[in-house]
């Protein structure tokens, strides 16, 4: 008889049935030892009828023999009155006088007597299931992990179902910023973590590389702030802003705060890279290269995953838990939520090399035509340029139109000192081009599933509030399911979780909606309404305090609140009708101040629509705001 335990075992829990590790014949019947027993025992009682030379041979299989022994080992001990040790030993050796079986026979009941009582009183393997089959190791050189999942094909039902050794809490999918950073976050809550990432190579972006210093504090609330060292990564402390030649500088307000909170800009890979690297050290964190196909359903839960692995294995993994993070272009979201993803615009990226912006540390927008420009260091000795072409449709890059465009139409906006290298990078032809995404959050509540990151919620990357907002959300999703232990009642973790959306509101929403709203009052237009609202927003934030504070305290995530956001706005259109009226009002110029204040209210309230009314100012009026965890 063999038992067999799994490999690194936790010490507690029910212990797993014996199973022989081959079938035995045993040649006796176990009713034999109660006859002879019997017989024996007491001299004074008539011998029994029956004898063992009366039966005929049995063969039983070890599981019949184990659970018969049991019951044989009870009857002889019940029915042994206390006696001496010499007796025992004298009854001993007439068994084996009368037949050599009976004496193996007797071990073998007290051996299964005392192996079942320690069964019945240990508790181990609660989630054990018995192999059916062949077991399909799926292995991660990458990361050698604890948490061990295989996948068994069932001979029976020819489906891939899964084996929890040490089990999974929860399926990342995508190791992004959002995934990669949840993942290091969840596991150190004690959560068993297993990622699927479509690529783990260095990702090569044009976006997602500036930090603003709300975005940093949750890196450092998350414990992630050393993943924007070792990378040249450079600090952020505000922004410039040019037009028609006019420049001013907005700072962040970070006196409240510790000296080494600011901005940061580096290249996307490398700090998704340490981020990575970060949540695999962890010993409860699976990262493993795969492409998940579809999320496994079952009665309108989500139970897992299936996904082809990079060596093109078609494999499920199943957890109570599966957050979707695969970013802006995601193909599961549709089964998740109500995608209404739009693209106003595209990005054309350059990298313009040894050369110095006006202002050191600083991002840069120049307020052009037809749309913004942008740049920010990346490295010590890179600056990344971004340039907003709106609509869909791109120049060709392949024909040197767009080489063409760069240099006649942009090149002559672009500040002095920055004109020669920006050529520059255009000769040299490494030009990139980025869709422009915005959706907003609109969930649908499933059982299972949860939606993250730019697969969940986007705005124009014009501010850089994208992984602001998702490392945001991060934090109020890891406070929300602390106090949870069990993840195994979908019904009420969706029900839970509802308040993850409400939670998340004030920072995602007040950058959300910064992020369209400036968009387009950046954005040049005929329109001489919109003309003047975009000059009243340049001469506003060159108003310095509060006029410049406000908004860039807004726009960098250290004061989320949307009303103050509101206020600043209308602000900004009520400077623009006053200079319209002063000294003397005329009828153009009221009914222009009319049009701007129509104007602003058609930017504004339709992002604010989107984003919901109820919960950016009201979020204490939905119930979800005040749930508690499911009782355990």
Same mark, same amino acid.
């Given at each position: 008889?063999?038992?067999?335990?799994?490999?690194?075992?936790?010490?507690?829990?029910? %212990?797993?049935?014996?199973?022989? !590790? #081959?079938?035995?014949?045993?040649?006796?019947?176990?009713?034999?030892?109660?006859?002879?027993?019997?017989?024996?025992?007491?001299?004074?009682?008539?011998?029994?009828?029956?004898?063992?030379?009366?039966?005929?041979?049995?063969?039983?299989?070890?599981?019949?023999?184990?659970?018969? #022994?049991?019951?044989?080992?009870?009857?002889?001990?019940?029915?042994?009155?206390?006696?001496?040790?010499? @007796?025992?030993?004298?009854?001993?050796?007439?068994?084996?006088?009368?037949?050599? +079986?009976?004496?193996?026979?007797?071990?073998?009941?007290?051996?299964?007597?005392?192996?079942?009582?320690?069964?019945?009183?240990?508790? +181990?393997?609660?989630? %054990?299931?018995?192999?059916?089959?062949?077991?399909?190791?799926?292995?991660?050189?990458?990361?050698?992990?604890?948490?061990?999942?295989?996948?068994?094909?069932?001979?029976?039902?020819?489906?891939?179902?899964?084996?929890?050794?040490?089990?999974?809490?929860?399926?990342?999918?995508?190791?992004?910023?959002?995934?990669?950073?949840?993942?290091?976050?969840?596991?150190?809550?004690?959560?068993?973590?297993?990622?699927?990432?479509?690529?783990?190579?260095?990702?090569?972006?044009?976006?997602?590389?500036?930090?603003?210093?709300?975005?940093?504090?949750?890196?450092?609330?998350?414990?992630? &702030?050393?993943?924007?060292?070792?990378?040249?990564?450079?600090?952020?402390?505000?922004?410039?802003?040019?037009?028609?030649?006019?420049?001013?500088?907005?700072?962040?307000?970070?006196?409240?705060?510790?000296?080494?909170?600011?901005?940061?800009?580096?290249?996307?890979?490398?700090?998704?890279?340490?981020?990575?690297?970060?949540? #695999?050290?962890?010993?409860?964190?699976?990262? &493993?290269?795969?492409?998940?196909?579809? $999320?496994?359903?079952?009665?309108?839960?989500?139970?897992?995953?299936? +996904?082809?692995?990079?060596?093109?294995?078609?494999?499920?993994?199943?957890?109570?838990?599966?957050?979707?993070?695969?970013?802006?272009?995601?193909?599961?979201?549709?089964?998740?939520?109500?995608?209404?993803?739009?693209?106003?615009?595209?990005?054309?990226?350059?990298?313009?090399?040894?050369?110095?912006?006006?202002?050191?540390?600083?991002?840069?927008? =120049?307020?052009?035509?037809?749309?913004?420009?942008?740049?920010?260091?990346?490295?010590?000795?890179?600056?990344?340029?971004?340039?907003?072409?709106?609509?869909?449709?791109?120049?060709?890059?392949?024909?040197?139109?767009?080489?063409?465009? @760069?240099?006649?139409?942009?090149?002559?906006?672009?500040?002095?000192?920055?004109?020669?290298?920006?050529?520059?990078?255009?000769?040299?032809?490494?030009?990139?081009?980025?869709?422009?995404?915005? %959706?907003?959050?609109?969930?649908?509540?499933?059982?299972?599933?949860?939606?993250?990151?730019?697969?969940?919620?986007?705005?124009?990357?014009?501010?850089?509030?994208?992984?602001?907002?998702?490392?945001?959300? =991060?934090?109020?999703?890891?406070? @929300?399911?602390?106090? $949870?232990?069990?993840?195994?009642?979908?019904?009420?973790?969706?029900?839970?979780?509802?308040?993850?959306?409400?939670?998340?509101?004030?920072?995602?929403?007040?950058?959300?909606? @910064?992020?369209?709203?400036?968009?387009?009052?950046?954005?040049?237009?005929?329109?001489?309404?919109?003309?003047?609202?975009?000059?009243?927003?340049?001469?506003?934030?060159?108003?310095?305090?509060?006029?410049?504070?406000?908004?860039?305290?807004?726009?960098?995530?250290?004061?989320?609140?949307?009303? !103050?956001?509101?206020?600043?706005?209308?602000?900004?259109?009520?400077?623009?009708?006053?200079?319209?009226?002063?000294?003397?009002?005329?009828?153009?110029?009221?009914?222009?101040?009319?049009?701007?204040? $129509? #104007?602003?209210?058609?930017?504004?309230?339709?992002?604010?629509?989107?984003?919901?009314?109820?919960? %950016?100012?009201?979020?204490?009026?939905?119930?979800? +705001?005040?749930?508690?965890?499911?009782?355990?």
């Amino acid at each position: 008889m063999s038992l067999h335990f799994p490999k690194n075992a936790p010490t507690k829990g029910p %212990m797993p049935t014996a199973i022989p !590790s #081959s079938p035995t014949t045993f040649r006796f019947k176990s009713s034999n030892i109660v006859t002879f027993l019997l017989h024996n025992h007491n001299n004074n009682q008539p011998h029994l009828s029956t004898s063992f030379h009366n039966h005929k041979p049995t063969t039983t299989t070890a599981t019949e023999k184990l659970s018969k #022994s049991s019951s044989t080992s009870n009857s002889c001990i019940s029915s042994s009155p206390s006696g001496s040790f010499s @007796l025992i030993r004298t009854k001993m050796v007439a068994m084996v006088a009368v037949d050599p +079986y009976v004496l193996w026979t007797f071990f073998a009941s007290l051996l299964g007597f005392v192996t079942l009582s320690v069964l019945r009183r240990r508790n +181990y393997g609660n989630g %054990m299931a018995k192999d059916r089959g062949k077991v399909q190791k799926n292995k991660n050189n990458t990361n050698k992990s604890l948490v061990s999942e295989q996948c068994v094909k069932s001979s029976d039902e020819g489906e891939f179902r899964p084996v929890y050794l040490s089990g999974t809490d929860v399926i990342i999918v995508g190791a992004g910023v959002a995934g990669a950073a949840l993942a290091h976050t969840l596991a150190k809550e004690g959560r068993r973590v297993h990622v699927i990432e479509r690529d783990l190579t260095e990702p090569d972006r044009i976006v997602g590389e500036l930090l603003q210093p709300g975005g940093y504090l949750k890196l450092i609330e998350l414990g992630l &702030e050393d993943c924007v060292e070792e990378i040249d990564a450079q600090r952020v402390h505000g922004y410039a802003l040019f037009k028609d030649g006019k420049n001013t500088r907005l700072t962040y307000p970070l006196e409240q705060f510790h000296s080494d909170v600011a901005g940061r800009s580096f290249h996307n890979g490398r700090f998704i890279q340490r981020m990575r690297e970060k949540a #695999s050290k962890l010993t409860n964190v699976q990262l &493993e290269q795969g492409t998940v196909t579809s $999320l496994l359903e079952e009665n309108g839960t989500i139970k897992g995953v299936q +996904y082809k692995t990079k060596d093109g294995q078609e494999l499920k993994a199943y957890a109570p838990l599966t957050i979707v993070c695969d970013g802006c272009f995601s193909n599961l979201r549709r089964s998740l939520c109500k995608p209404q993803v739009e693209v106003p615009s595209c990005f054309v990226g350059l990298i313009l090399e040894n050369c110095e912006l006006p202002f050191a540390n600083h991002g840069h927008v =120049i307020l052009g035509d037809p749309s913004p420009i942008l740049f920010y260091p990346i490295s010590s000795t890179e600056v990344r340029c971004l340039v907003d072409v709106p609509g869909q449709k791109l120049p060709p890059i392949a024909n040197g139109e767009m080489a063409n465009y @760069l240099k006649t139409v942009v090149a002559p906006q672009v500040p002095p000192e920055l004109h020669d290298a920006f050529i520059s990078a255009v000769d040299k032809g490494n030009i990139r081009t980025m869709p422009n995404r915005s %959706m907003p959050a609109n969930p649908q509540p499933t059982p299972g599933a949860l939606l993250m990151g730019d697969a969940f919620n986007m705005r124009h990357p014009l501010t850089g509030g994208g992984m602001t907002v998702a490392l945001s959300d =991060i934090v109020v999703l890891r406070d @929300l399911l602390k106090p $949870l232990r069990d993840l195994h009642d979908p019904a009420s973790l969706c029900k839970y979780l509802e308040s993850f959306y409400t939670l998340r509101k004030p920072v995602a929403s007040t950058i959300n909606t @910064l992020a369209g709203a400036l968009y387009k009052v950046f954005s040049a237009s005929p329109d001489e309404a919109r003309k003047v609202m975009r000059q009243a927003c340049f001469d506003y934030l060159s108003l310095g305090g509060t006029c410049s504070t406000g908004p860039v305290a807004l726009l960098s995530g250290l004061n989320p609140h949307p009303l !103050s956001l509101v206020l600043h706005f209308f602000g900004v259109a009520v400077y623009g009708v006053g200079r319209l009226l002063l000294p003397f009002p005329s009828p153009k110029r009221i009914w222009i101040g009319v049009r701007l204040i $129509l #104007s602003a209210s058609g930017i504004i309230i339709p992002i604010i629509k989107a984003e919901g009314v109820r919960q %950016m100012f009201f979020p204490a009026t939905i119930p979800a +705001y005040h749930g508690a965890p499911p009782v355990e």
